[in-house]
């Protein structure tokens, strides 16, 4: 996908507008828009960095460094690790569409992965073009969504949200997603992403525990489920490519335990996590 500068100028309020912002404003309103040009005509966007284009790196910024990063914290009034159907990109949070009483994951996607169908969606159709196994195509449709919910972490928040619903190859893969993209496999078709020397800084290194599950998958008989929802990832964001639910419905009916109650309901210990993404208005 190509950045054009003078379009996104042009949305921000003009140069004026871009030069009075932080550096994190700035920086917020670039990924947004990048996400929005990738959603396409729909307006469903998909959130993950990991997915940015390669070629970012072409505007010659340099990237900041893990001290410029931490020094923009006081600069914004949310932290980065709010999910998104708790705060809104711009202006106010919308009022959200009623789940029904028992609802499914579909009922989930369609009312409120908003932000992450659209990307799950284009990971996991290339994942199902390209002849991978159903529990790779199921990763790739669930591996980001729990980013509505919350994005620190979000490997381990997603696996542990569908771990009672999905196989447990399924689950690990979507675990060690949060580890293995920062590691490149080039032999697998995964390169570091320039996003992320952009978001996490050109010296970012993983915490201890990440490497450690890195070192863990790497030797795991399921390493290559995890790895490829990276490789899917990168390239998850074109604007040119619509999804429907409907095309994974068989993998879902296959591989999704969908509990009668309807997802929040089961008594499951997770059970929250659901009720949480039905009702983020609940303040208590
Ligand atoms: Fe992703
Ligand atoms: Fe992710």
Not at 58 to 72: G, L, N, R, S, Y
Not at 79 to 88: E, I, M, P
């Amino acid at each position: 996908m190509k950045l054009d500068r003078r379009d996104l100028f042009a949305k921000l309020g003009g140069v004026a507008a871009v030069a009075a912002m932080t550096h994190e404003a700035r920086a917020d309103a670039l990924e947004h828009y990048m996400m929005l040009a990738a959603a396409g005509p729909t307006g469903s966007v998909g959130s993950s960095p990991a997915s940015m284009p390669a070629s970012m790196a072409a505007d010659k910024k340099p990237f900041p460094t893990v001290a410029e990063i931490e020094a923009q914290i006081e600069t914004s009034p949310k932290r980065k690790g709010v999910g998104n159907l708790f705060t809104a990109r711009q202006g106010n949070v919308k009022r959200l569409p009623p789940l029904p009483a028992k609802p499914t994951l579909i009922d989930y996607f369609k009312l409120r992965f908003t932000n992450t169908a659209n990307h799950c969606l284009q990971s996991a159709n290339r994942a199902m073009k390209t002849g991978m196994s159903e529990e790779v195509v199921l990763a790739c449709l669930l591996h980001d969504t729990v980013q509505e919910l919350i994005k620190v972490d979000h490997g381990y928040w997603g696996a542990q949200m569908y771990e009672p619903y999905v196989s447990p190859q399924v689950s690990f893969a979507i675990r060690y997603h949060q580890a293995l993209r920062f590691y490149e496999d080039k032999e697998h078709g995964y390169e570091y992403p320039d996003l992320y020397r952009r978001m996490f800084g050109i010296d970012y290194k993983p915490e201890p525990y990440i490497e450690q599950a890195y070192k863990d998958a790497l030797n795991h008989k399921w390493y290559m489920t995890s790895r490829l929802i990276c490789v899917n990832d990168l390239y998850s964001f074109d604007p040119n490519v619509q999804v429907t639910l409907e095309e994974f419905e068989d993998v879902l009916g296959r591989n999704f335990r969908q509990p009668a109650e309807g997802l929040g309901f089961d008594n499951s210990p997770v059970a929250h996590m659901w009720r949480t993404l039905m009702w983020p208005t609940r303040f208590l």
